[in-house]
């Protein structure tokens, strides 16, 4: 019953990891690299450039706490990209990025964030279609 | 075995933190430092000046002032904030130097306590704190407040809400690190209550360690919780040494 209500209950259908991946995407439409590029720049939904920085000419405001997204297409494939984004605590559990696509494991969620990921399937699929696009 | 041997090596870096205390004050801009040093420019000495009024004005059911116990503030209230929070004998608990005044006005004045975070409440604890600027931080010696404190780095270390961030993680493992545009500050309580332009007003460590935590997207506990007073009582021993600076200013 538990585990039918977890299935059933998450905002997406367990990824499939791979490795340090996750080489299949979340949704069956595919991301688009624009509204991604809007997602990781706005600071209320994808938070990025809070402590990343990145080629946005146009924010003033970008963070230092994590590596620069510039080249994060050269360095990583679009399916390490994703695992990365859903849940980077999978490959290091002490990293400060919080884990995008995942509602477990957390403590004291506010009433208003309780059950709910931080991006939904759709929007880390265009973030991942945006990141792919950062070539060095 | 790479794992455990990242571990290892993970453990063995933590403590590499810098060992410099800092106070939030000297990543200031020079004006925004100049505001704080400059009484007649610091917004945060209107709440001390109408903190001292409060001291002056009878109260409650025994139409007693601060006064008429503490006498002048300036030597009966010096070096008090710098031991704050203490354990109350009588409650059996930690209590803040809001709460600490609460008990008095409720217990010795028969009054009504101002709300917490209330222009009164904020400005007789200003007024209080302000007696104490520039003395060193020095929390009291105490088995109890020793338990306080030991629960308070716990919740300090404890990652909460959506974001799943710890308050050890910025402040002391990214202090000095830029979030967004806005230096890290290492998080030394060293001048509450105090003015953030921010706020556009006088506010308490409270405020400001529930602003942090609704920041990461968790439910904050309500003003005057043992679990607050406990995060302050942690942060208290961290800064102690450090000199009281309230009311301070911070952007």
């Known amino acids: ?47 990025c450039l809070l402590c990343h920085s990145g080629p946005f000419p146009e924010e003033r405001f970008q963070g ?19 695992l990365r984004i859903v849940d980077g605590k999978r490959l290091n559990p002490d990293s400060i990025m919080p884990s995008y696509g995942r509602t477990d494991g957390l403590h004291q969620v506010g009433a208003a964030w309780q059950g709910r990921t931080i991006l939904a399937s759709a929007e880390i699929e265009d973030v991942v279609a945006f990141l792919v696009t950062l070539r060095e | 075995m790479r794992r455990a041997a990242a571990l290892l090596l993970l453990l063995v870096a933590a403590p590499a933190r810098a060992e410099e205390r800092r ?40 139409a007693r002032s601060c006064a008429d116990c503490h006498g002048d503030a300036a030597a009966s209230m010096r070096g008090v904030a710098a031991r704050y ?35 009164a409440a904020l400005a007789l604890a200003a007024y209080v704190a302000h007696q104490s600027r520039g003395m060193p931080i020095a929390p009291p010696a105490d088995a109890g407040m020793d338990a ?6 716990a919740l300090y270390r404890a990652r909460r809400g959506q974001l799943d961030l710890s308050c050890a993680q910025c402040h002391d493992d990214n202090a000095g690190r830029r979030l967004a545009g806005s230096v890290i500050p290492q998080g030394h309580p060293t001048g509450y209550p105090l003015y953030r332009l921010e706020w556009q007003a006088l506010g308490s460590l409270q405020r400001r360690l529930r602003g942090c935590m609704t920041g990461v997207r ?10 607050l007073i406990a995060i302050e009582a942690y942060l208290m021993a961290r800064a102690a040494g450090m000199p009281l600076e309230t009311p301070a200013v911070r952007p």
């Open chain 1, 1 to 47: 019953m538990i585990l039918a209500l977890l299935l059933a209950g998450g905002a997406a259908a367990q990824p499939h990891v791979v490795g340090d991946a996750i080489p299949t995407p979340l949704t069956p439409a595919p991301g688009d690299a624009a509204r991604g590029r809007a997602i990781v720049a706005d600071r209320q939904r994808g938070l």
């Open chain 1, 64 to 82: 230092n706490l994590a590596p620069d997204l510039a080249g994060a297409g050269s360095r990583w494939t679009e399916g390490q990209l994703r």
């Open chain 2, 23 to 62: 106070s939030g004050f000297a990543d200031m801009a020079p004006a925004t430092r100049a505001m704080q040093q400059d009484d007649m420019a610091n917004p945060g000495m209107l709440w001390v000046l109408e903190g001292g009024a409060l001291w002056q004005r009878p109260a409650g059911a025994a």
């Open chain 2, 85 to 119: 929070p203490a354990m109350d004998p009588g409650e059996g608990r930690a209590v803040d130097l809001a709460g600490r005044i609460a008990l008095c006005q409720a217990r010795h004045q028969g009054a009504e306590p101002a709300p917490r975070e209330s222009q």
């Open chain 2, 148 to 153: 306080v404190r030991a629960e308070g780095q």
């Open chain 2, 218 to 227: 968790a439910a904050p506990p309500a003003y005057g919780a043992a679990d």
